[in-house]
Structures are given as structure tokens and as C-alpha cells.
């Protein structure tokens, strides 16, 4: 596994880790976690050198830190760096930020959290928890140990992003990026702006939640095969990312062995800077024909749900982004859609709350998206 320097703290740490948040459920309807596969993967990872593991208080319903811990249990807690994540949404009053820390060391089963990050700060986020202290609460945390390194994951634009890495004495950040996202969130020019100042940056959704590496629309396939090597999509993806020099860890959150296996390779292999111009190229051609067909920037991170109302916001920008990036009758579109009203999941039902754009990292207007999808597909 190739290493990186983890910042201005000068350790090396592995170029790709391991993102718990996408584990394998039971079935693909389900949200319950196969936790024997999960800690299955999650060892076999471990053994192929992917030594660092992205979890979360809020993951598959709170189990995804209980899983890591388990997955590391019988000795293997010293072998990994742990990172985890402090719900801000669950945050009342000062004394919170330390019984949800007790409570996160407990269910991963360990004194200490390699890396704590404030979960997705955006502009509301950031404010409210500075009102309850939060930098005061990770010094304390830093100076007892019960965290090593502090740092924040962040979706919203680069003003804000440059703001909050100037406000504190980061180790790390964790940022959105691939090959589609150059320019929104913090983007290029934020992970230059946080490297520059010392700070490790991990990146989260490299391929885009999976989106860069399924199947290809013809046009896409048409621009790879161009390309005098031949690669997966996933590997294309991956590869763009790791040749930013300035990137430290990409996590990737891998579903079966396989994809371990593949990634891990890649991860070997794919040095910064060692993509020719000519595959920049065919790279920046993919990216004008997703761009062209795309029609909501969804990453299907799921943030926007539960909606109150039951609306399937994540499935219903699902189904209608493959119709446009994949050229999909309208006919099978329409019977998705129907298939979601029959489970009184469609559009049709959205109260105007506005909750899911609170919660939307891509800051999406959802509720205007949602409304032009019943407009096309409803009855
Ligand atoms: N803090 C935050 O706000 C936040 C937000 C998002 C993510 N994260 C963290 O960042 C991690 C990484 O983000 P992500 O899970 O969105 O990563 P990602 O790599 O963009 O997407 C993961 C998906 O990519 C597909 N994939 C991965 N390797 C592949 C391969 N070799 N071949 C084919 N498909 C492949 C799989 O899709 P299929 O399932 O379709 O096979 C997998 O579920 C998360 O797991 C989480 O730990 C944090």
C-alpha cells in the first residue's frame, strides 16, 4: 500500500481507507447491515493494508461503529487509524459534545479516536456549534487524549470552507472529490488551501457514491476505449484523484471483496502526478458528457431522510438521473415512479417542509426537483 504524509503531523498513513458508511445490508431493499459480511470486509481490508477506517455516529442506522469495533476485536485496534464523527444535529448545550465522545468510545471499544471530525459542517452547522463551544470542547479532548487528531468533513462552498480552516488548529479535514466535483464544495482549490496550511485531507465519494464506476452510458465507454491502457471506470476514477499530490487518504466505501481487492491494487500503483496529459484529456472529456446529461447532482448520501412525509427523495433522483444519464425508455422511468407511489413514496406527497434542503450536503433545491419529476412522470 502506498503511503502519504499525514499532513504537518509527518506520520505516514495509508493512500486509501476504508468508508463505512456504504456496508453491505441484508438485501438491496433493506437498511439492516450484514454485520458478518461487514466485519468480513473490513478484516480483509485491513489485511490488504488499508489501515485507516471512515465511520460515523449516525451510519447505518448507529451500527457502523459498533461493527468497526467488532471487526477489530481480538487485537487488531492498534493495527488502524480510527476516524469518526460528531453529530452536530444532536448537540443542545456544551456537555453533549463529551457524552456523545463517552458514548462513541464506547461503542468502538477503545480510549481513543485516531481522528474526531465534526460531521459535515456547512453554514449552519459550523455557527451552531461554535455557540456551544466546539474548539474549547477539542482541545479538552485533544489534551486528555481521548482524541489524537481533530479535524471536520465538510459539504458546502469554498468561502466557508476556507473560513473554517483558518479558525482553528485542524490535523485534518475530509472533503467531497472526484473528478466531477472539481470545482464545487471545497473543490481543487480547497484541497490546495487546507494542504497548504498543514492539514491532512482525506476525500470522501471518489467515485461520486459509485456513479463513476457502474455502467457507462456509450458515449463515455467510447471515450475509454480510446485510451491506450484499458481500465475500469472505478480505476479511471480513483486514479484522477490520487494523482492531486496534495490528496492525503481517499476513502472508499467498498461493498465486496472485490472491490477491495481492485482498489487496493490501484492504490498501489497510482503515484501523484502520473496521469499523461493525453488521459487528463479523455478524463476532461467524460466529465463535458456527465455534465451535459446529468440532471440532479444527487450523491445519494441519503442526509435528506428520513423525509417526514416518506417522500423517496434519494430512489426518485436515482431512477430519474440513470433515465438521463443512461438514455432509459421513459416507459421504465414511469414505472419506477409508479412503483414508489404504489408505496406512497412519490413526489406528489412533498409537504413544502424544506427539511431535506436543510440536510442536502450538495445544497440542492429538492423541492423544486421534485416537483418537475412529477410534472414528467407523475399521472
Ligand atoms: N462526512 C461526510 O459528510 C461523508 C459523506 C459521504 C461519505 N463519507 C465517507 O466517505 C466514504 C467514501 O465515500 P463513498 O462511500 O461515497 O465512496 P465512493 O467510492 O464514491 O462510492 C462507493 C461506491 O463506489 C462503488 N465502488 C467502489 N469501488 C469500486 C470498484 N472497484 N468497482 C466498482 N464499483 C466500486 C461501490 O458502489 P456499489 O455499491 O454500487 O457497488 C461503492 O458503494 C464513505 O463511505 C464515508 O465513510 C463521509
Redesign the pocket.
Known amino acids: 500500500m502506498q503511503k502519504r504524509k499525514f499532513g504537518r503531523q509527518g506520520s505516514e498513513v495509508p493512500v486509501l ?6 456496508m453491505p445490508t441484508l438485501s438491496p431493499e433493506s437498511r439492516e447491515l450484514d454485520e458478518s459480511l461487514s466485519v468480513a470486509l473490513l478484516r480483509h481490508a485491513i489485511d490488504k493494508g488499508i489501515s485507516y477506517l ?3 455516529y449516525s ?1 447505518h442506522g448507529g451500527r457502523s461503529e459498533a461493527v468497526v469495533a467488532k471487526a477489530l476485536a481480538g487485537g487488531r485496534r492498534d493495527e488502524v487509524m480510527v476516524a469518526t ?1 460528531l453529530p452536530h444535529w444532536l448537540v443542545e448545550k456544551p456537555e453533549d459534545m463529551d457524552r456523545l465522545l463517552g458514548e462513541q468510545l464506547e461503542r468502538l471499544q477503545t480510549a481513543q479516536v485516531d481522528c474526531y ?1 465534526l ?2 459542517l456547512n453554514k449552519e452547522s459550523w455557527p451552531k456549534l461554535c455557540g456551544h463551544d466546539v474548539l474549547a470542547f477539542l482541545d479538552r479532548a485533544r489534551a486528555d487524549g481521548r482524541i489524537k487528531y481533530a479535524g471536520f ?3 458546502d462552498r469554498l468561502p466557508l470552507f476556507k473560513q473554517i480552516v483558518d479558525a482553528y488548529d485542524w490535523d485534518c479535514c ?1 472533503i ?1 472529490l ?1 473528478y466531477m466535483d472539481v470545482d464545487s464544495q471545497a473543490g481543487i482549490e480547497g484541497l490546495r488551501y487546507a494542504a497548504g496550511r498543514g492539514l491532512a485531507v ?13 455502467t457507462q452510458p456509450e458515449e463515455v465507454r467510447a471515450v475509454w476505449a480510446r485510451a491506450p491502457v484499458g481500465r ?4 479511471w ?2 486514479r484522477w484523484v490520487w494523482n492531486q499530490p496534495e490528496v492525503t487518504t ?7 471483496m ?2 477491495i481487492e ?2 487496493s491494487r ?1 492504490a498501489g500503483e497510482a503515484w501523484p502526478c502520473s496521469l499523461s496529459s493525453a488521459e487528463l484529456d479523455l478524463i476532461r472529456e467524460v466529465r463535458e458528457i456527465y455534465r451535459r446529461r446529468t440532471k440532479v447532482n444527487c ?3 441519503g ?1 435528506c431522510l428520513p423525509c417526514p412525509a416518506g417522500v423517496r427523495i434519494r430512489d426518485i433522483f436515482y431512477e430519474y438521473n440513470q433515465a438521463a444519464m443512461y438514455d432509459l425508455p421513459r416507459r421504465e422511468t414511469q414505472a419506477m415512479y409508479q412503483w414508489f407511489a404504489e408505496r406512497q413514496g412519490d413526489a406528489s406527497r412533498c409537504t413544502d417542509c424544506g427539511q431535506c434542503e436543510a440536510a442536502c ?1 450538495q445544497t440542492l433545491n429538492v423541492r423544486e426537483a421534485l416537483r418537475d419529476i412529477h410534472l414528467a412522470f407523475g399521472d
Open positions: 481507507g476504508f468508508g463505512a458508511m456504504r471512515d465511520t460515523a451510519y464523527k471530525l460531521h459535515a468533513s465538510f459539504h475530509l467531497q472526484n482525506q476525500i470522501m465519494e471518489p467515485l461520486l457514491g459509485g456513479r463513476l464506476a457502474g475500469t471506470p472505478a480505476e476514477g480513483l481517499v476513502l472508499s466505501g467498498m461493498n465486496t472485490e472491490q481492485e482498489n490501484i450523491t445519494g448520501c442526509y450536503p
